[in-house]
């Protein structure tokens, strides 16, 4: 199961580790502008970096939680501006963008699932959370 986990954060997480690569291109921020997403050239950006973090988080287990907060303030902008599939009038288009739009949705469910559960076996946060306890333990209640 821990293993099962880890390589589900690995998976996961590119996709969001990944926009850092494109997000800051003169490309994707005229991409975005035509799409009418206000400030382009600092919100583009700014997505990028927030969903970097957040991946970056989920990926390894850190602040898990968090990062995955960060993924659903990403995801809910990016799916609505960037997938309105019920506005593109050529049927191929359209076809995409609702594909876009139903995995972003499946991503952002993903991640609400993470923002109660956390990062689960083999990550920093479950570490950090047993050495805490340990350290906080009297050691007959250790040895029980």
């Not at 099962?4 to 996961?12: N, V």
């Not at 382009?40 to 390894?60: D, R």
């Amino acid at each position: 199961m821990k293993f099962i986990t880890i390589i589900g954060r690995i998976l996961y997480s590119f996709i969001f580790i990944g926009t850092i690569a494109t997000h800051f291109s003169s490309g994707t921020i005229q991409h975005a502008t035509a799409a009418g997403v206000p400030f382009p050239s600092v919100s583009v950006p700014l997505a990028a970096i927030i969903a970097t973090l957040g991946g970056l988080s989920i990926l390894l287990g850190y602040k898990a939680k968090v990062g995955s907060w960060l993924i659903v303030l990403f995801l809910i902008p990016v799916t609505l501006y960037m997938h309105r599939f019920w506005n593109v009038p050529d049927p191929g288009m359209q076809a995409m963008q609702k594909i876009n739009f139903m995995k972003n949705i499946s991503l952002l469910g993903a991640a609400l699932i993470i923002s109660q559960l956390g990062s689960g076996p083999g990550s920093i946060d479950r570490i950090e959370r047993k050495k805490g306890l340990t350290k906080s333990m009297p050691m007959e209640k250790m040895s029980h």
